[in-house]
């Protein structure tokens, strides 16, 4: 599919109120897709349906994601009001970030409900339409899940699934014309995770915005684009940044050296990279 195929597209973004789903939504839009913005943040929704043309070609749906029903419930919204599905972006998520020892009752089960759980449930639902339409799931991953990262482990661990899920889906879905891709963004900025986490004693996250940005760092619109382009090209996995890949090679050839720089960055001696 090429970007101008994108014109009569029903898209959905989950992750839409904010950050790299907002900047996805826009850019569908702008292709000409008609899309569908879903989160918790109902005022946030509308507001963003409103600014895309409104319900003739952009419809909020406010659900949260770890529910089942409400993943259903947005699948029906979709195709009552648009007819169909064609690209699914699996891309709300949220961190826990804290060392494992301080992570309270629910946390973990938390991360993987939402990261995990949350595209479980949506592609369920999704998949009758996606294969009536030959369409496309784009899985919002992270290169954490890649590598694992000290004091966000249980974030890695749900990434980590996410994209093994992912991995089989892509061999199992092909013979029925339906891509699945998952995206790994590196550092994004312009978004509001970090805010938005459950930050437990012992962890180097901020909440701020940061003053300096990790090396490699791209903008939520720049991360938005490269979604577009793959729900396009449906390549199996897409690594970002050229920083992130570099991090993602050296963790294959070099892994004692990625393990003794995570254990700087924890221990502080390296800390400025996230802030
Ligand atoms: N920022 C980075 O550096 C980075 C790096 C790698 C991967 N990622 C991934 O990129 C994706 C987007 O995150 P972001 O960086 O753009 O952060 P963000 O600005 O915090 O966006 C997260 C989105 O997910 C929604 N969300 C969170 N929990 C939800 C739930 N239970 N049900 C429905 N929606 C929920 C949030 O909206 P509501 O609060 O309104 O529900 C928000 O729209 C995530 O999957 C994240 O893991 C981000």
Redesign the pocket.
Known sequence: MDRKDLGDKVVIV??????????TAVAFRRAGARVVV????RP??ESLAEQLGGPSVALAH?????EETQCRQLIEHTVAHFGGIDVLI??????VSGRFEHLQPGDVERQF???LF?VVYCTRAALPYLKQSRGVVVN?????GLIGTPTTGA?GAS?AALNALGRALWAELQPYGVGVVTV?????????????AIIRGGSPHRRETPARRAPG?QT?EQ?AEIIVDAACRRPRLVV?SPFGRLVWRLDRLAPWLVDYLMQQVINGRLRSLLR
Do not use: E, H, W
């Not at 879903?38 to 943040?41: Q, T």
């Not at 406010?62 to 770890?66: G, N, P």
């Open positions: 989950t992750g839409a109120s904010t950050g790299i789903g907002r900047a879903a989160a918790r943040s946030q929704l406010a659900l949260d994601v770890a699996n891309n709300a998520g949220m961190v409900a939402v990261n949350g919002v991953s992270s290169v954490a974030y990434k790994c963004p590196y550092f994004t900025s312009g978004v509001q995770l970090a805010q938005k760092t939520a991360v970002l």
